[in-house]
């Protein structure tokens, strides 16, 4: 019995014991909470459904507790039930209704934790989109890791989910890349406001090697010729650098694609003809003050150039004309306009701004020996994924990024996450994962399989811990799909290696020297294989490895 279905039999037996009594039964919330009490003495689960309706219902809240109590007791799979407190109702499971957690793992297996909670929402998930003028930064990375690891959740619910990037490659900062491709060429200083670093003299290299005479080219032609070829180059390098990541997209969306096949040009004029664009100073404005922005937004400038948000604004009618009903932008910390702005561009169209969400993600900072790491030996300014990934692997990388909620800023400290120690946080979780490989390797060299376990038997304090906290897992994911949060998943798998590791230093699994292969090891080795398989799952969803071995 999982949390979940502990919570649907006590809203089952709730509603019963209410109606029995002619009290009204839509007090009940849809979804009842039951918890792990921080003392594992008080029981196996914990609720205050009695608390949280009594005086809705008309009824002392103890009271209800105590009829609650006495109908949980009488119910297949829970051993007891005893009100605390003010009308808290402590709940322990019975051995077998515990045991069916393990088979459920066991039958399921890399299904195990999925829902179809999210069936027929079609999800578009736009993250990293870093312009294509240099190698992705370290904000960037951190996008690559947790956009990735939630299009794994959220898939895991049921939904449809395209990851997509959002290629720049219009715009005023195309120029500047340019342009210092060209001086680089020319063995020039960069521009003022252009690029530098090692990596823009390699691509304006490559650049003349595929255009020999290149710099000789009239002055359009030549800013052309850089500029085609040398964002292929850069795009190329930031697609390698992701797949090597294990990061990979669906839909790669060029921007230039909606000025040259008109769909801003569309969508502005879509805009005026609604009235929910006006002309001030020459300029095209966004009434986006109508529908919630702090400020309205300049679309069309007074010299007749697009702003960003025509782009943005043609984007997301694409999108939507692509069947998405959920449109998720994970943007980086400078970006907090942007809710507010594609918000009311979403309520300008006449469509829910709730088809519009927004994350913004905060700053990655490296530290080493104490002290904060700031230059790339690429990039030259900046810190890359490349450099992270140099330094600590990708497993290490993608964990440490995903750990943390996303709206703190991190300090990854470089020594510790390339560490072989238990205070490596992913070190300790893919510890417990080989540790438990390297059992069930020992168990068939024995001969030894969990098939046919009596799973009733798991009565140790180290077991139930175990079991419980492996039936935690379906909420862990349901959880943060639902709030956009994949670290919980990261603190989960802490835990559950946490509780494999205190279980294995308190119960004998397989047989030592001459003891005969009993019942009790079968359904040890069937809890390990549980064990092992949710450490795995939830591994997998983060894009992070299960090793065998270590």
């Not at 089952?12 to 002619?22: H, I, K, N, S, Y």
């Not at 090597?244 to 805009?271: K, R």
Request: charged residues 25%; aromatic residues 8%.
């Amino acid at each position: 019995m999982t949390p979940a279905d502990l919570a649907e039999l006590l809203h089952g037996t709730a509603a019963r014991v209410l109606a029995e009594r002619d009290l009204d039964v839509s007090v009940l919330p849809e979804t009842l909470t039951v918890e792990r009490p921080r003392n594992p003495e008080h029981g196996d689960y914990a609720t205050n459904v009695a608390m949280q309706v009594a005086k809705k219902a008309g009824v002392n809240p103890r009271e209800l507790a105590t009829w609650l109590a006495e109908a949980l007791t009488a119910a297949d799979g829970i051993e007891s039930a005893e009100v605390a407190g003010p009308g808290f109702l402590n709940i322990r499971l019975a051995a077998d209704a515990q045991g069916a957690i393990v088979a459920k793992v066991l039958t399921e297996l890399s299904a195990y934790g999925n829902s179809d909670a999210l069936a027929g929402r079609k999800i578009n998930l736009e993250f990293v989109s870093a312009n294509p003028t240099g190698p992705i930064h370290l904000g960037g990375t951190r996008w690559a890791a947790v956009g990735d690891a939630l299009g794994r959740i959220l898939s895991t619910q049921g939904a449809a989910v395209t990851r997509e990037y959002y290629f720049n490659d219009h715009g005023a900062q195309i120029d500047r890349f340019t342009r210092s491709l060209i001086a680089a060429a020319k063995g020039e200083p960069a521009p003022e406001d252009g690029y530098a670093g090692d990596y823009i003299v390699d691509i304006a290299a490559e650049v003349q090697k595929r255009a020999p005479g290149a710099l000789e080219l009239p002055e359009a032609e030549r800013h052309e010729t850089f500029r085609s070829i040398g964002v292929d180059l850069m795009f190329a390098h930031i697609k390698r650098t992701l797949h090597e990541f294990g990061v990979d997209f669906d839909v790669y969306f060029h921007e230039n694609s909606l000025f040259e096949s008109g769909a801003v040009d569309e969508a502005v004029e879509t805009l005026k003809s609604s009235g929910n664009l006006y002309n001030a100073d020459g300029a095209w404005w966004l009434k986006s003050t109508d529908f919630g922005d702090d400020k309205d937004r300049v679309v069309i400038k007074s010299d007749g150039n697009a702003a960003y948000i025509a782009g943005d604004i043609a984007y997301f009618q694409d999108k939507r004309s692509r069947g998405f009903d959920l449109c998720i932008y994970m943007l980086g910390a400078d970006h907090h306009g942007y809710i507010g702005r594609l918000k009311a561009a979403a309520a300008a169209f006449g469509d829910d701004p709730d088809t519009v969400e927004v994350m913004i993600g905060q700053m990655v900072n490296l530290v080493r020996d104490g002290q904060a790491v700031k230059m790339s030996k690429r990039a030259g300014t900046v810190i890359t994924l490349d450099d992270l990934v140099e330094a600590i692997g990708v497993d290490a990388a993608r964990y440490a990024l995903v750990r943390s909620s996303v709206d703190q800023s991190i300090d990854i400290d470089l020594e510790l996450w390339a560490s072989a120690g238990n205070e490596n946080p992913v070190y300790y979780v893919q510890y417990a994962h080989a540790r438990l490989s390297s059992i069930a390797r020992n168990a068939a060299d024995l001969g030894l399989s969990a098939e046919g376990a009596n799973l009733a038997l798991l009565t140790h304090d180290r077991e139930g811990d175990l079991i419980r906290t492996i039936g935690e897992y379906p909420r862990v994911v349901a959880k943060a799909a639902e709030l956009r949060e994949p670290h919980r998943v990261a603190r989960y798998l802490e835990e559950l290696a946490g509780a494999y590791h205190r279980f294995y230093d308190a119960c004998r699994i397989l047989p030592q020297g001459d003891e005969e292969p009993g019942d009790l090891h079968t359904a040890r080795l069937a809890l390990c294989a549980a064990a092992r398989q949710v450490l795995a799952n939830g591994l997998g969803l983060l894009g992070v490895t299960a090793p065998e071995r270590m």
